[in-house]
């Protein structure tokens, strides 16, 4: 585990932040989990004290300003400090541009982009005060290019993607890192109705991979390898190509 004993992940309950979350717990980590389904947290709670972890969990929403003030100070003081933040949680929406929906998209921006600078930025002071510490956010393949019927998603994980770089370069030199993961398609609820993917891996393999790219301290990480190498041309993509290979449906879950 190396330095990494301390952890707070963001979306918990499930998928990703379940899968790394327990990847610390089993090596005995001092854990802060949230996400809205408390009696999910709890049953994690019990189950990796007994492998011996120490858990806190805080069951609420990512896009409450106060209430992940308030986490944050609170798993500071108990865990002494803080090693690793996990800025994970997200959901997807069926992209409904042409029926002029704007609630759900300002629903999913709360969620996937203030969500993240809420838990984020509460525990910048307490990382600059050890002199340590990873920032680390859970953004997309499907931040690397404006994707058509994913409008909202693909522009959240951007806007995730572009604030980590930022804040990366604004705490150069002192010891905090920050970072950005970019999954490509996981096997996780968030996925599971999604009829178009590829290169789909499981959650284990995918917290290897996020681990990986934590202890190495990377700064803008896509995996698995073969999405790493299809970002490249996604970059170089003409529209008329991203318009034929973008998500032909409307669907309610999406991944990607
Ligand atoms: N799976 C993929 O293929 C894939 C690919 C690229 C990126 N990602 C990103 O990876 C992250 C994790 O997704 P996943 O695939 O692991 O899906 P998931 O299993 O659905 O996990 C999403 C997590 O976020 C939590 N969450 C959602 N809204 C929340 C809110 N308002 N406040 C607090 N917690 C909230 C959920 O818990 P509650 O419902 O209990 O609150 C759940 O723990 C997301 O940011 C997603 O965009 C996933």
Redesign the pocket.
């Known amino acids: 585990m190396g330095d990494i004993k301390r952890v707070f992940v ?10 790394l979350a327990h990847h610390y717990a089993r090596q005995g980590a001092h854990l802060g989990l ?5 009696e ?2 709890l049953q994690h709670k019990a189950a990796w004290e007994a492998e011996g972890a120490t858990v806190e969990v805080y ?6 300003t106060e209430f992940m003030e308030s986490c944050a100070k609170d798993f500071v003081g108990k865990a002494g400090g803080i090693d690793l933040v996990f800025a ?5 929406i069926k992209d409904r541009i042409r029926e002029g929906e704007a609630k759900e998209i300002a629903w999913l921006m ?3 982009v203030i ?1 993240v600078t809420n838990t984020v930025v509460p525990f910048v002071p307490a990382m600059l005060e050890q002199g340590s510490g990873v920032l680390c956010a ?5 931040g690397h290019r404006a994707l058509p019927r994913r409008s909202a ?1 693909s522009a ?2 951007k806007a ?1 993607t572009t604030f980590m770089d930022a804040v990366r370069m604004d705490l150069h030199g002192t010891g905090v890192h920050a970072m950005t ?11 599971k109705d ?1 009829p178009q ?1 590829m290169f ?1 891996i499981d ?1 284990d393999r ?1 917290v290897r991979y996020m681990v990986s790219a934590i202890e190495r301290k990377k700064r803008t990480y896509t995996f698995p390898w073969q999405m790493n190498l299809l970002k490249e041309i996604v970059f170089r993509a003409p529209e008329w190509l991203m318009r034929k290979i973008a998500p032909q449906s409307r669907t309610k879950t ?3």
């Open positions: 963001t979306g918990a309950s499930t998928g990703l932040g379940e899968g949230v996400a809205r389904r408390e999910i947290l069951a609420g929403d990512v896009s409450d994970n949680a997200g959901v997807g709360q969620i996937n969500g859970v953004s997309s393949f499907a998603y959240s994980k995730v993961l970019c999954p490509g398609f996981v096997d996780t609820p968030l996925t999604n993917m789909v959650v995918a999406m991944g990607q």
